[in-house]
Nanobody, 118 residues
């Protein structure tokens, strides 16, 4: 299943962006939705994730600045990013994980580029 991530762009330090991720079709059984990012020359890292019931986890580097949310009915994932820093520059990927009956799935978006620069 294809996930479509959008909302990236060029923003000045201190600015804000909101990323969104939606599935091409309805998906049942999603447990965890997450945002990951990969900067040039770096490994992909977890930014934030949210469980079906709403429990969230954030990377220490984004706590207090980023907020993850989800719409279970619409299979949509959001990431509000405030007080952006140059170190947040990366390609951001969304992930939907869960089970279709007993079969695990792990769907990924194509990535959206966030550039924080003056």
């Amino acid at each position: 299943v294809q996930l479509q991530a959008s909302g990236g762009g060029l923003v000045q330090p201190g600015g804000s962006l909101r990323l969104s991720c939606a599935a091409a079709r309805s998906i049942f059984g999603i447990d965890v939705m997450g945002w990951y990012r990969q900067a040039p020359g770096e490994q992909r890292e977890l930014v934030a994730k949210i469980a079906r019931g709403g429990d969230t986890n954030y990377a220490d580097s984004v706590k207090g600045r980023f907020t993850i949310s989800r719409d279970n009915a619409a299979n949509t994932l959001l990431l509000q990013m405030n007080s952006l820093k140059p170190g947040d520059t990366a390609v951001y990927y969304c992930s939907f994980r869960g089970y279709a009956y007993t079969i695990p799935f792990d769907y990924w978006g194509q990535g959206t580029l966030v550039t924080v620069s003056s």
